[in-house]
């Protein structure tokens, strides 16, 4: 047992810069044919990658005959950047860029032969939207009921079925069940925006893609033409693509088979986009020729985090088989802190940044990664308070996003009924009002002495059919006004705004994740004015008491959940709620493959950091009900025999 309070030796970093390890040289100069290569997280595979196309250039092949996949343009102007620094080539003439962007190039040239105009318009998703909004009033006349999915999320059903090449019957039923009877109305609905894109020459994203698959499976003398044309089909981050993806890739290389594919399995983590595991364990099935080439002299974190990682991993049964070396000094131990509440990991974790910062290291150096985001909410409020400057890469902060400032309407109007914008946001969750009628019903009951006990008479002024969602609004804001700011968002929670976060929101269960935590955090305070009164502090973000006289005023540390941290790296890294049911995920554990995504969810984590890992698991918890629940470690950290080599535990006083 290690007592809390140390110094670090400074974070070492060395990078890979104009100089291959054999293993990389093997990628390199390997023959022509299909080709894995399993790159292991901090291996150099953008180095690797961009010195393989480099040699294929140097050997005779035509940048026009190449086709460089990625998941960003950045990447693909950077890596042929890079080329073009090696062998003097220009490197527009090099087919690389995002599936997106690469798809459209190739349906400029081809698209006429699927009776689209070669001038098609690309709609972004706020114009997709709009359409599909306006598809959905002319297939659906009839007044629909407000939980109906509206024009974004339909368009988000619709493109997951897409790209993971399902019937839209099977999406319903394993993603939104709550819409399973709409699916004929659904289909009608897909159906008509379809249609209406052709008509008008529109083409979304997703359609980049699907008339790109089109091309290839529909007309064969376009689909020999363009695969006799690109001789090699190079694809990066490979663990990344989807069904269509992949499909699309693979009938890309039928004509020479020189498909090199880059990625690694064990940071397969985004099966909730639709991210096809199978693409890459099953590559050398689908090429029985491939050779498997494996990059494992890691640049980026010390052995003491690598052994943590690889052992963890090593549990996973579906992977290919790799272990991590590092090519750094070694650090210090991983460490394993049981903190007794969330609000001791929150007052440790930014007592730890300050020690680091204080040993010479740039906040810009350290980063707080989680799960789920709700996990990180007693955090941001610590480090508020302390001025710590932060940047959350997860998304908006957390008393920023949609569904928290829904809930905190209702308390701010019950604690100030003359609060008109709560109210008009409040309202418009009920079945039946919409804006003109929120408005409305304000305009009546402002006049009163009492408000909220007015909102039952606004009955007399509207349609008998608004009558019960009136009601029902009534009775919850007299309810809610009577009890604690928890109280009043489990009563929230159980009214009528679940139907509407269900038809509202993308990933409503994470979302009522988010509202439970904001309850347990609101039951420290003993009335709603207090909880609202420490809200507001959350407002703005000063954090210059951290930085010293003439430093960079945008210094700041990230916190970011583990999905949007792939592919960074930091010197420190904490990672929160490494507890049971909430690391690995209840939810995600219980599907199939889902305990070995969790898995990889968490050496992802880990590979994040370079010199110094604290893994942080909460020791209690109060639940909803206010009982006080015991936690049990994360099976990731309990399932690590070993502990005297893997990592330390710091005892927190």
């Known amino acids: 047992m290690r007592k809390y309070k140390l110094d670090t030796p400074p974070p070492s970093q060395l990078r890979v810069d104009g100089k291959l390890n054999e293993e990389q040289m093997a990628v390199v100069d390997a023959p022509a044919g299909p080709m894995l290569v399993i790159a292991g997280a901090g291996t150099g595979k953008t180095h690797t990658l961009t010195h393989r196309v480099a040699r294929l250039l140097e050997r005779g092949v035509s940048p026009d005959a190449m086709m460089l996949l990625t998941f960003t343009n950045k990447a693909a102007k950077e890596m042929t950047r890079r080329v073009s620094e090696i062998i003097h080539v220009d490197p527009r003439r090099i087919w690389s860029g995002t599936f997106h962007s690469i798809a459209n190039r190739i349906l400029r040239q081809h698209i006429g032969a699927l009776g689209y105009p070669d001038s ?3 709609i972004d998703s706020e114009d997709s939207a709009t359409l599909m909004s306006a598809c959905l009033a002319e297939a659906v006349p009839e007044r629909l009921d407000k939980n109906f999915p509206r024009g974004r999320k339909l368009v988000s059903m619709l493109s997951f079925c897409l790209n993971t090449q399902s019937r839209l019957d099977e999406i319903l039923a394993d993603k939104y069940p709550q819409f399973v009877e709409q699916t004929d109305t659904l289909r009608d609905v897909f159906h008509l ?11 979304d994203f997703d359609d980049l893609l699907i008339l790109w698959q089109r091309l290839l499976l529909e007309h064969d003398d376009v689909r020999e033409k363009i695969t006799t044309q690109f001789q090699h089909v190079l694809v990066d981050e490979y663990q990344d693509t989807n069904r269509l993806q992949g499909s699309i890739i693979d009938i890309m290389g039928c004509k020479h088979g020189n498909v090199m594919v880059v990625g690694d399995d064990c940071q397969s983590i985004y099966a909730f986009r639709g991210a096809e595991f199978a693409n890459i364990l099953g590559f050398t099935d689908r090429y029985p020729d491939a050779t498997v080439y494996r990059l494992e002299d890691n640049y980026r974190s010390s052995q003491q ?10 549990l996973n049964k579906k992977q290919f088989q790799k272990e991590l070396r590092a090519n750094v000094p070694d650090a210090q131990l991983p460490a394993v802190l049981g903190l007794k509440d969330v609000y001791q990991q929150a007052h440790f974790v930014c007592q730890r940044i300050l020690e680091i910062k204080d ?3 740039s906040l810009n150096e350290i980063a707080v990664l989680y799960r789920a985001h709700h996990h990180c909410l007693e955090l941001q409020v610590e480090l508020t308070r302390r001025g710590i400057p932060f940047v959350v890469r997860s998304g908006m902060r957390f008393f920023e996003q949609g569904h928290i400032k829904d809930i905190l309407a209702y308390l701010r109007f019950i604690s100030n009924p003359k609060d008109e914008i709560s109210f008009l946001r409040l ?39 608004m009558h019960p969602s009136i009601g029902k609004l009534s009775n919850l804001m007299r309810g809610i006004r009577k009890g604690s700011a928890a109280t009043a968002i489990d009563n929230i929670l159980s009214s009528d705004y679940r139907h509407y976060l269900n038809s509202k929101f993308d990933n409503p269960e994470d979302r009522k994740a988010d509202l439970e935590q904001l309850a347990n955090y609101a039951a420290q305070f003993e009335t709603s004015e207090n909880f609202l009164n420490e809200i507001s502090l959350m407002s703005s973000i000063a954090g210059q008491d951290v930085n010293e006289p003439g430093e960079v005023p945008d210094e700041h540390i990230v916190l970011s959940s583990i999905h949007q941290a792939k592919g960074l790296e930091w010197g420190a890294v904490f990672l929160l709620w490494m507890s049971d049911s909430y690391f690995p995920s209840k939810l995600a554990s219980s599907e199939p ?13 880990a590979t994040r950091a370079k010199t110094e890992l604290y893994l942080c698991h909460v020791m209690t918890h109060r639940a909803r009900d206010q009982r006080m629940v015991v936690l049990r470690p ?6 690590l025999h070993g502990e005297e080599t893997l990592y330390e535990r710091w005892q927190i006083g």
Not at 193 to 203: A, C, I, Q, S
Not at 434 to 453: E, L
Request: charged residues 30%.
């Open 120 to 122: 098609y318009t690309i």
């Open 193 to 203: 925006y379809n249609t209406r894109k052709f008509e008008m020459g529109l083409v």
């Open 305 to 314: 985090i690598l052994d943590l990682s690889n052992a963890s991993i090593a």
């Open 359 to 361: 040993e010479g290291e």
């Open 427 to 465: 309202a418009q969750h009920a079945k039946g009002i919409g804006a003109a009628h929120a408005q409305k019903i304000y305009n009546q009951i402002s006049r009163a002495s009492d408000p909220i006990s007015a909102i039952q008479d606004c009955k007399n002024v509207f349609p008998e059919k």
């Open 593 to 605: 493959d889902g305990e070995e995504e969790e898995r990889r969810l968490f050496y992802v984590a």
């Open 634 to 639: 994360s099976d990731f950290i309990d399932e």
